[in-house]
């Protein structure tokens, strides 16, 4: 295992378009979280899944991003009608529960620049 | 809600000497999990040290240990002889122990640069 795989690692899109972005976690790790940051701070919650469950949204997470996490493996990431203040880069972190104390495992996350 | 703050932007330090960062929180909770995060250039996040609120004793790992004042709030971390490669991003998270409750809530981060 490899750990934690983001694709793509760059992505550009103009205004308006739709994006997704894909998470492979750790095999064994059950949660699945994504996270946005933005140049000059800490990365922020967005939402994460235990398994296929997404069990948590933070309010940053508007009605035009989605997440998905068919089968308890992967996770995906869309957001819809991008804005410019979606340029971020979003990275994607896994666990294993029960193993609180361990803290995450994150991957190399994608960069969004929305032109 | 929980809230991290490292009130320092930047931090500078001449190669092979020591450093700390300063981080403090706040919560209402007993018991929890602190963490430092590492965030080189290539941008992957990645776990240096870990505290159990619960544990009294102070986090070591090689060159890196912890200051951990529950009753201040206060977890700094200390570098030891500090190398090139520790140049990078280091953010302060807590994660509370609760079940259910999983997310890490970050500071804003500390840029340490590494003089030669």
């Known amino acids: 295992d490899t750990g934690v795989s983001q694709d793509p690692r760059h992505k550009i899109t103009k205004r308006g378009q739709n994006v997704t972005f894909r998470c492979d976690p750790i095999?064994?790790?059950?949660?699945l979280y994504w996270y946005r940051q933005t140049l000059g701070q800490g990365p922020e919650f967005l939402t994460y899944f235990q398994n296929e469950a997404q069990l948590e949204k933070s309010r940053l997470l508007s009605d035009r991003f989605s997440a998905e996490r068919p089968k308890g493996s992967f996770s995906t990431l869309e957001i819809q009608r991008t804005e410019q203040g979606d340029s971020a880069m979003y990275l994607c972190?896994?666990?294993?529960?029960?193993?609180?104390?361990?803290?995450?495992?994150f991957g190399s996350g994608t960069r969004l620049t929305v032109v | 809600a929980q809230t991290v703050t490292q009130s320092q932007p930047e931090m500078s330090v001449q190669e092979a000497e020591t450093v700390t960062l300063s981080c403090t929180y706040d919560?209402?909770?007993?018991?929890?999990?602190l963490f430092w995060y590492k965030q080189p250039p290539s941008r992957q996040m990645i776990l240096v040290i870990r505290?159990?609120?619960?544990?009294?004793q102070n986090a070591t790992e090689n060159r890196f240990s912890v200051n951990f004042q529950k009753a201040a709030k206060s977890f700094s971390l200390k570098i030891s002889d500090s190398q090139l490669g520790d140049a990078a991003m280091y953010f302060c998270?807590?994660?509370?122990?609760?079940?259910?409750?999983?997310?890490?809530?970050f500071g804003t981060g500390t840029r340490l640069t590494i003089i030669p």
């Open positions: 998270a807590y994660r509370s122990a609760d079940f259910g409750n999983e997310k890490l809530t």
């Open positions: 972190a896994s666990s294993l529960g029960g193993r609180e104390k361990d803290g995450y495992t």
């Open positions: 505290q159990e609120a619960y544990k009294q």
């Open positions: 095999s064994e790790h059950n949660r």
């Open positions: 919560t209402s909770e007993s018991d929890y999990y």
